[in-house]
Nanobody, 124 residues
Framework: QVQLIESGGGSVQAGGSLRLSCAAS????????MGWFRQAPGEEREFVAS????????FYDDSVKGRFTISRDNAKSTVYLQMNSLKPEDTAVYYC?????????????????WGQGTQVSVSS
């Protein structure tokens, strides 16, 4: 079992930045692909970014490329999402997720564990 706890959400104006963190329990964090997803009100959940456990390159949805950066610290069992140049359309609840599959990428169905989510609100 892996428990995920997100933090760092909040309210910012367009063009601002936020850094989300996701702390994971368990001793096998480095073996999991970690991903970030988001869900806006009335919308389906969508993929944001992911990174494999060790030596993996980041993978992003086109909507956030160049603005968001995913990173992880396996020693701290934590994954981060640095969000810059935020837009009102980035407003959503952001979820951290963990997958046993190194090829999980943006497929939410391949993620085994999910956090409770953290709200990000961007005003124009």
């Amino acid at each position: 079992q892996v428990q995920l706890i997100e933090s760092g959400g909040g309210s910012v104006q367009a063009g601002g930045s936020l850094r989300l963190s996701c702390a994971a329990s368990g001793r096998t964090f480095s073996t999991y692909t970690m991903g970030w997803f988001r869900q806006a009100p009335g919308e389906e959940r969508e993929f944001v970014a992911s990174m494999r456990g060790i030596g993996g390159s980041p993978f992003y949805d086109d909507s956030v490329k160049g603005r968001f950066t995913i990173s992880r610290d396996n020693a701290k069992s934590t994954v981060y999402l640095q969000m810059n140049s935020l837009k009102p359309e980035d407003t959503a609840v952001y979820y951290c997720a963990a997958s046993r599959y190194i090829t999980a990428y943006g497929d939410g169905n391949r993620y085994d564990y999910w956090g409770q989510g953290t709200q990000v609100s961007v005003s124009s």
